[in-house]
């Protein structure tokens, strides 16, 4: 079982930049593949970047490309998420998930999730 805790959501300006965080339980978890997904008020939850491990390959959604950078400190068991060039656009919930297997977008597939963290983006 894998326990997942994100943190250092908030408000931002457009342009801004915030840092996610996500705390694994788990000495075990250092072996997942980690992802983050956001959810806006509306919509369905979308794939926002991911990470092998033990993190030589990143994947970005196109909408994030460029912009946002997801790593991990394995010995630390954490995974992070460095947002820059902020649009209002990013607002969401933003999640932090693990599964076993390689790499996927599809939140089906992740087995374990952490409850989020909100990221609102002012104009």
């Known amino acids: 079982q894998v326990q997942l805790e994100e943190s250092g959501g908030g408000l931002v300006q457009a342009g801004g930049s915030l840092r996610l965080s996500c705390a694994a339980s788990?000495?075990?978890?250092?072996?997942?593949?980690m992802g983050w997904f956001r959810q806006a008020p509306g919509k369905e939850r979308e794939f926002v970047a991911a990470i092998s491990w033990p993190g030589l390959s990143t994947y970005y959604a196109g909408s994030v490309k460029g912009r946002f950078t997801i790593s991990r400190e394995n010995a630390k068991n954490m995974v992070y998420l460095q947002m820059n060039s902020l649009k209002p656009e990013d607002t969401a919930v933003y999640y932090c998930a693990a599964r076993k297997e390689d790499y996927t977008s599809t939140s089906l597939l992740y087995e374990y999730w952490g409850q989020g963290t909100q990221v609102t983006v002012s104009s």
């Open positions: 788990s000495r075990t978890s250092s072996y997942y593949r």
